[in-house]
């Protein structure tokens, strides 16, 4: 078919049917929109104020090296992001694990640095992790055992009652058995990594939905992926050529002042140098902008937005002059330090060994002074890793996101809007909405597939049978 209208692909940018669409906003969630519009035949306009794509997940250059903003990951659950990867022609570049397999460093330990893995087997849920957890150095065996029935219970709680949304994910882990320590070594470990918040501030909801579909729903769900190139390589380079691919105008360096509508089904879209109009907008910006651009009417509650709260991460890069890190990462205990990642061949570094701190929930750090972090992460990198006492540091840096992801609260799902709006043809996309998803790579996916598919119902086109199917996720 060449008239725009298949749906088995990527159709061809000619030919198309009168419809378009504005996308505001270049991150995961507004390339996704634009790709599933454009797929459907729709004309699509995506505008960007930065000078590329990719929202918070990005590269630039320092010198020589070619460094990411902070540390991504996705798991095999993120069956979202993955048909991204697959969609932009990336999936190489972002592999995963064969099998799931973290160690754990406890440098806090009176008789020294401990090592722990937690590993996956190839058995059926729950077994899959029952010799890891049996094993697992870091905490007592009764503390293991309590562990291992608070994920039973964990297990058997529905994901739909809205209750849980009202409840911190701490009080339940404590009212079931769990200790400071089982927090810490465990829940927290990944926990705080995946939810950007300690388990006291987490919504009982967000958290029982990650560790369920992370570590309680398939084998390898929980098995670890990231990009061996920049990010900047995925979602810039290659998903402006998907993008280009596809039909779709990308205007970068473009903010949009104002959106409105005329009343009968027309939008104006303002920028700098004029107005654009469209069938259908999709707001993929942050909640602050969002409510910023919002026309009156959109939501009947704008100010829900502005009580959606936000959590910053930190990124601490430190590059020695020698290799002293042989795994490609590993999380810490018994240390402000929370995952350590090797990004030596991704940024391209000839010589030595470039390591990445990603910290999390990292509200007591962010604003600190280089010299002060410098001074609080080099002396843990020392306790954690041995070869760093005969290793030079070449370069120290920091970057910081200070509002990198919602904050997962408790009550937070009650404030996040779906795609659609009270405004027809105006849609609602972002990591920080109703996906039922924390703040991943993996929501903002999967906001934009629903802004889409939103949109495509109102406009009368079909859905690309290619498209990423919401209910096929667990």
Known sequence: MTDGTRSDGPPHTTGRTGRDAVVVGGGLAGVTAALALADAGVRVTLLEGRPRLGGLAFSFRRGDLTVDNGQHVYLRCCTAYRWFLDRIDATGLAPL??????????????EGRRLGRLRRDALPVPLHLGRSLATYPHLSLAERARVGRAALALQGLDLTDPALDEQDFGSWLAAH??????????WDLVGVATLNAVAGDSSLALAAMVFKTGLLSDPGAADIGWARVPLGELHDRLARKALDSAGVSVRLRTRVTSISTDGNGRWSVQVPDGALTADAVVLAVPQRETYDLLPPGALEDPGQLLRIGTAPILNVHVVYDRPV????????????????????????????????????????????????????????????LPHTRYAEVMD????????ATFAPAPGVGRL?????????GLYLAGAWTATGWPATMESAVRSGVSAAEAA?????????????????AA
């Open 97 to 110: 694990q064969n099998r799931l397999d973290v160690p754990v460093v406890d440098a806090g330990k009176p």
């Open 177 to 186: 058995g769990q200790s400071a320590r089982a927090v810490e070594a465990l």
């Open 325 to 384: 890190l042989d795994a490609p990462f590993f999380a810490a205990l018994g240390s402000p330090v929370q995952w350590v990642f090797d990004r030596t061949e991704a940024s391209g570094l000839s010589r030595g060994q470039y390591l990445a701190l990603s910290q999390s929930a990292a509200q007591d750090d962010i604003d600190l002074p280089v010299a002060a972090l410098r001074e609080r992460y080099l002396p843990e990198l020392r306790r954690l």
């Open 396 to 403: 120290f840096f920091v970057t910081r996101e200070r509002t």
């Open 416 to 424: 996040r809007p779906g795609a659609r709006t009270e405004a027809p």
């Open 456 to 472: 495509l119902g109102a406009l009368g086109r079909p859905r690309p049978r290619h498209l990423f199917a919401l209910e096929e």
